[in-house]
């Protein structure tokens, strides 16, 4: 007899997702006011929450929405900048990550990292055809953790209700 595999694969704990990148900003990085593009910081954002999201669902996912990037301080030409992230949430194939940039200044390497940016992305789990499958679910092990997936919750039901909105409005 064939065992048939189930559905969604076995849960796994937020720990298993997290990732961190990391690197030194360059010359080639900066926007015309000497500090780092945020299109450089925001290719960054991207590359660690895919790890992430990969890394979690066990397979390819892909980027479906960028829901909220925020820049806090400026990233300068020497900064070694670690991008932390973790998959906060998930549903039956997509996931939400949240990322945390921060920045060790070149010039003050004793003192602590400064946070430059936070975000959070949605990610879809993808198969070999480029169809969404599904992911498996994320099991929250701290209290932060779980204030993060509530939060996930509350983000997910925002972007719906506007989709929905949206929605309505153009058909009226």
């Not at 065992?3 to 997702?17: D, I, L, Q, V």
């Not at 092990?141 to 039901?157: C, G, L, Q, S």
């Amino acid at each position: 007899m064939t065992e048939h595999p189930c559905a969604t694969p076995a849960g796994k704990p937020t720990s298993y997702s997290r990732v961190t990148l990391s690197r030194i900003m360059t010359a080639v990085d900066v926007n015309l006011y000497g500090t780092v593009h945020g299109g450089v910081l925001m290719k960054f954002v991207d590359d660690v929450a895919g790890a992430a999201a990969a890394r979690h669902s066990g397979g390819t996912a892909v980027t479906a929405a960028i829901d909220e990037i925020v820049f806090a301080e400026p990233v300068r030409v020497g900064d070694l900048v670690h991008a932390h992230a973790q998959v906060n949430w998930t549903g039956h194939s997509s996931m939400e990550v949240g990322v945390r940039v921060v920045a060790e200044r070149w010039d003050s390497a004793e003192t602590e990292p400064v946070p430059v940016a936070t975000a959070y992305l949605v990610f879809v789990g993808v198969d070999a055809d480029g169809g969404p499958r599904p992911v498996r679910p994320v099991l929250p092990e701290t209290p932060e953790d779980k204030r993060r997936y509530r939060e996930a919750e509350i983000r997910r039901a925002h972007r719906l209700a506007r989709r929905r909105a949206i929605q309505a409005h153009r058909e009226a």
